[in-house]
Protein backbone atom coordinates (compact mmCIF):
# COMPACT_ATOMS: atom_id res chain seq x y z
CA UNK A 1 0.00 0.00 0.00
CA UNK A 2 1.37 3.53 -1.31
CA UNK A 3 1.56 6.53 1.77
CA UNK A 4 2.87 9.81 0.54
CA UNK A 5 3.63 11.44 4.04
CA UNK A 6 4.25 15.07 3.91
CA UNK A 7 5.62 17.66 6.52
CA UNK A 8 7.70 20.93 7.31
CA UNK A 9 4.78 23.50 6.23
CA UNK A 10 4.28 26.28 8.70
CA UNK A 11 3.54 29.91 9.28
CA UNK A 12 6.48 32.57 7.93
CA UNK A 13 6.59 36.15 7.02
CA UNK A 14 6.97 37.18 3.40
CA UNK A 15 10.70 36.81 2.47
CA UNK A 16 11.27 33.63 4.57
CA UNK A 17 11.81 29.68 3.71
CA UNK A 18 10.77 26.55 4.45
CA UNK A 19 11.33 22.85 3.59
CA UNK A 20 8.58 20.86 3.07
CA UNK A 21 8.89 16.72 2.74
CA UNK A 22 7.47 14.41 1.72
CA UNK A 23 8.44 10.45 2.93
CA UNK A 24 6.76 7.58 0.59
CA UNK A 25 6.56 4.10 1.47
CA UNK A 26 5.01 1.38 -0.89
CA UNK A 27 6.88 2.51 -4.00
CA UNK A 28 10.40 3.38 -4.72
CA UNK A 29 10.45 7.41 -6.04
CA UNK A 30 13.11 7.21 -8.35
CA UNK A 31 10.60 4.92 -10.83
CA UNK A 32 7.62 7.81 -10.28
CA UNK A 33 7.15 11.24 -11.49
CA UNK A 34 7.24 12.91 -8.34
CA UNK A 35 5.54 16.12 -7.75
CA UNK A 36 4.44 19.16 -5.04
CA UNK A 37 0.42 20.72 -5.49
CA UNK A 38 -1.20 23.22 -3.79
CA UNK A 39 -4.88 24.64 -3.14
CA UNK A 40 -5.65 27.81 -1.69
CA UNK A 41 -8.97 28.46 -0.10
CA UNK A 42 -11.67 28.84 -3.15
CA UNK A 43 -8.88 27.77 -5.66
CA UNK A 44 -8.05 24.98 -7.67
CA UNK A 45 -5.69 22.69 -7.04
CA UNK A 46 -2.35 24.10 -8.88
CA UNK A 47 0.89 22.04 -10.15
CA UNK A 48 3.99 23.60 -8.26
CA UNK A 49 6.77 21.34 -9.50
CA UNK A 50 8.12 17.89 -10.63
CA UNK A 51 10.19 15.65 -10.66
CA UNK A 52 10.15 12.84 -13.28
CA UNK A 53 11.75 9.03 -13.20
CA UNK A 54 14.34 10.65 -15.90
CA UNK A 55 15.59 13.15 -14.02
CA UNK A 56 13.64 15.88 -15.64
CA UNK A 57 12.48 18.91 -13.54
CA UNK A 58 9.59 21.49 -14.11
CA UNK A 59 8.14 24.21 -12.45
CA UNK A 60 5.35 26.40 -12.02
CA UNK A 61 6.17 29.63 -13.70
CA UNK A 62 4.80 31.75 -10.29
CA UNK A 63 7.54 29.47 -8.44
CA UNK A 64 10.56 29.59 -10.59
CA UNK A 65 13.49 30.92 -9.11
CA UNK A 66 11.98 30.28 -5.85
CA UNK A 67 11.26 26.55 -5.17
CA UNK A 68 14.00 24.08 -6.00
CA UNK A 69 12.17 20.21 -5.93
CA UNK A 70 14.60 17.20 -4.95
CA UNK A 71 14.85 13.73 -3.84
CA UNK A 72 16.93 11.49 -1.68
CA UNK A 73 16.47 8.09 -3.16
CA UNK A 74 18.12 6.72 -0.30
CA UNK A 75 15.56 7.48 2.67
CA UNK A 76 12.73 7.76 -0.71
CA UNK A 77 11.57 10.94 0.19
CA UNK A 78 10.19 14.29 -1.83
CA UNK A 79 11.34 17.49 -0.65
CA UNK A 80 10.82 20.97 -2.18
CA UNK A 81 12.85 23.92 -1.04
CA UNK A 82 10.65 27.53 -0.49
CA UNK A 83 13.04 30.57 -0.74
CA UNK A 84 11.82 34.39 -0.48
CA UNK A 85 8.17 33.31 -0.20
CA UNK A 86 5.39 35.56 -0.80
CA UNK A 87 1.62 35.52 1.17
CA UNK A 88 -0.06 34.33 -2.47
CA UNK A 89 2.19 30.71 -1.82
CA UNK A 90 -0.30 30.60 1.33
CA UNK A 91 -1.91 27.04 0.59
CA UNK A 92 -2.61 23.19 1.26
CA UNK A 93 0.57 21.61 -0.57
CA UNK A 94 0.24 18.27 -1.25
CA UNK A 95 2.90 15.30 -2.30
CA UNK A 96 1.82 13.43 -5.27
CA UNK A 97 3.11 10.28 -7.36
CA UNK A 98 2.24 8.17 -10.68
CA UNK A 99 3.97 6.30 -12.91
CA UNK A 100 1.74 6.13 -15.94
CA UNK A 101 2.42 10.35 -17.32
CA UNK A 102 4.90 10.75 -19.24
CA UNK A 103 5.31 14.51 -19.88
CA UNK A 104 6.16 16.78 -16.73
CA UNK A 105 4.04 19.72 -17.71
CA UNK A 106 1.22 17.41 -18.40
CA UNK A 107 1.89 15.90 -15.08
CA UNK A 108 1.56 19.77 -13.54
CA UNK A 109 -1.53 21.10 -15.60
CA UNK A 110 -3.64 17.89 -15.63
CA UNK A 111 -3.31 15.83 -11.82
CA UNK A 112 -6.92 14.76 -12.32
CA UNK A 113 -5.31 10.95 -12.96
CA UNK A 114 -2.73 10.84 -10.49
CA UNK A 115 -2.55 7.59 -8.42
CA UNK A 116 -1.54 8.88 -5.55
CA UNK A 117 -1.54 11.83 -2.88
CA UNK A 118 -0.74 12.49 0.39
CA UNK A 119 -2.76 14.43 3.10
CA UNK A 120 -0.78 17.77 2.53
CA UNK A 121 0.39 20.70 4.77
CA UNK A 122 -0.44 24.22 5.25
CA UNK A 123 1.60 27.08 4.44
CA UNK A 124 1.00 30.21 5.21
CA UNK A 125 2.69 33.51 4.34
CA UNK A 126 1.95 36.34 6.50
CA UNK A 127 2.78 39.70 4.77
Known amino acids: QVHLVESGGDSVQAGGSLRLSCRASGLTISSYYMGWFREAPGKEREGVAV???????TYADSVKGRFTISQDTVKNTLYLQMNDLKPEDTAMYYCAADDLYGDTLYFLQAPAKIQHWGQGTQVTVAS
Open 51 to 57: FSNDGTI
